[in-house]
């Protein structure tokens, strides 16, 4: 007897990498029946990469506060009173402690953010000589600074480093409702500068802004029409913060988030989506979800930046409970190392605290 079909099966599934996507081919993935696209979703990832698998970053900040943009969710603009201490720019080898620390507890890359509109060049010395000592760690490096012209672009590649992130945040429509202090074309201006000096793009932005579903159509064309796809795609979902802009904002419904997920593993097939700011507010059961739309990418440890992310070690336990592996950084990075360092520390946890809220 023949297996029945059914009409709602996709019509088509593309694994081609495209960079002419239209706005209204990229809604009609939005508008998909939710099975259909996370089917959609999971084929293109398996094409690519283990499914089982997800890489993992730790985030320094290196300069906390005191950022003169004005961009509407932060807690980190001098324009907003959120409580948050600013800080000066960190000395090298504190940078060089936590990154030895990320590695430790499992990190393959170290993300160091600065709250600058763009470096000075007086901050360009420290800036690569933190890039030098958290590579010779063997770690991958990738940094946040904010814009940068063209030769600090080429000063940060000359010292190593692997990844700049610099988000577009929203679509270009939406755009001026969140930040006026630089335009659209100024990120894409750092992102050409960044490209050209031959470093790796980590490029995405927030959900959950007030904006509508086109408008994340519109942030996701952006990115998957660029002449080469970030490598690394982080979607935020907005982290409401008390003195800022949108503290007040109504939640997204978390479907929506899932589907935003889903878009851009099927637009861009090849990059790591990273499941980013947001997750603290997030159940296990919407990041699991998240990892079958094709997310593959965290921010692992205490501190997003300067807001809450999942405890290292409950990151760790929702792994293994989803039989997912940290994905390892080949060419330097040991897997069994890497495995024996979460093992060990959820040993080190397994006395206290084995029993948690799974709604949490
Ligand atoms: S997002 Fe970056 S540029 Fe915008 S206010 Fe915050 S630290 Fe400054």
Known sequence: MNAPTFPSSPSFITTIIRHDWSRSEIQTLFDLPFSDLMFQAQTVHRAYFNPNEVQVSTLCSIKTGACPEDCAYCPQSARYDTGLEREKLMAVEKVIEEAKAAKASGATRFCMGAAWRSPKNRDMPYVTTMVQGVKALGLETCMTLGMLDEVQAQELADAGLDYYNHNLDTSPEY???????????????????????????????????????SDRAGLLQQLANMPEHPESVPINM??????????NEADLDPFDFIRTIAVARILMPQSHVRLSAGREQM????????FLAGANSIFYGEKLLTTPNPEANKDMQLFKRLGIKPESYEVHQNESEQEAAIFQQLQEQKNDSMFYNAAK
């Open 175 to 213: 755009y001026g409702e969140i930040i006026t202090t630089r335009t659209y074309q100024d990120r894409l201006t750092t992102l050409a500068n960044v490209r050209k000096a031959g470093m790796k793009v980590c490029c995405g932005g927030i959900v959950g802004m007030g904006e509508e579903e």
């Open 238 to 247: 907005l982290v409401k913060v008390e003195g800022t802009p949108l503290a």
């Open 283 to 290: 159940n296990e059961q919407t990041q699991a979800m998240a």
